[in-house]
């Protein structure tokens, strides 16, 4: 599904990404992990297409993407929910959702439009009060809520969250599990999750990818992650 080979990316003349390689089946979850500023985002940016690579392929249902614009690469079935969740500020909840559905490729019928969205109403009851309030004044677990509703109105075929726990409370991070565990039942879509709670990915990924300084150092299932990895590179 998305495949990336020897990646090489730079932020001007610092050499981020480092023969960066590793794969996502389709209906997979996989987690990103590593401590802070091994690279994860860029990995992520990469992908999207936000930050060009210098070398190396990235592949995307089969087909090179390498080089094709971030909204290409939308519209290919890449959702992308950031570190900083980049909701439009001055746009209202309903409108910030509205741009989701708009990047789909298929032009699909009302009734479809409705089914979409009251599924996001009903993984995320909360949006469904707060649909006329502008998306600058909502709280961070509001706007994380808001970003992954907006990313999955894109029918998406792979789902990028960097980070969807980080600065939230706890009954949200519990809810924002209940719901990647849904996707992950559903199997409809493969997810990448950026995350360094080791206990929050466990229980959710069935791969780890490990980073260090910009290169992957691990990566396989669960039970193959060696505790001296854990110890070295991850925060418990
Ligand atoms: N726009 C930028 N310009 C220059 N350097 C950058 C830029 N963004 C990130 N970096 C650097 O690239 C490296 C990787 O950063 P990145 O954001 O990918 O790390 P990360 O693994 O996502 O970290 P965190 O867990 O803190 O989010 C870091 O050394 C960072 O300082
Ligand atoms: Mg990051």
Redesign the pocket.
Known sequence: MLELKNVNAY??E?H?LRNVTFTVEPGEVACLM?R???????TLKAITGLLPVRSGQISFAGKDMTTLPTDRRARQGLAYVP?GREIIPHLTVRQNLQLGFWARSDRPNGSVEKTAFDEVYQLFPKLTQILNRPGGVLSGGEQQQLAIGRAILSNPKLLLLD?PTEGIQPSIVDQIEDVIIGFKQQRRFAILLVE?GLHFAARLAEKYVVMAKGAVVAAGKSDELSADMVKQHLTV
């Open positions: 932020y001007g610092s981020i590593g802070n500023g091994v690279g994860k985002t860029t570190q980070e360094q």
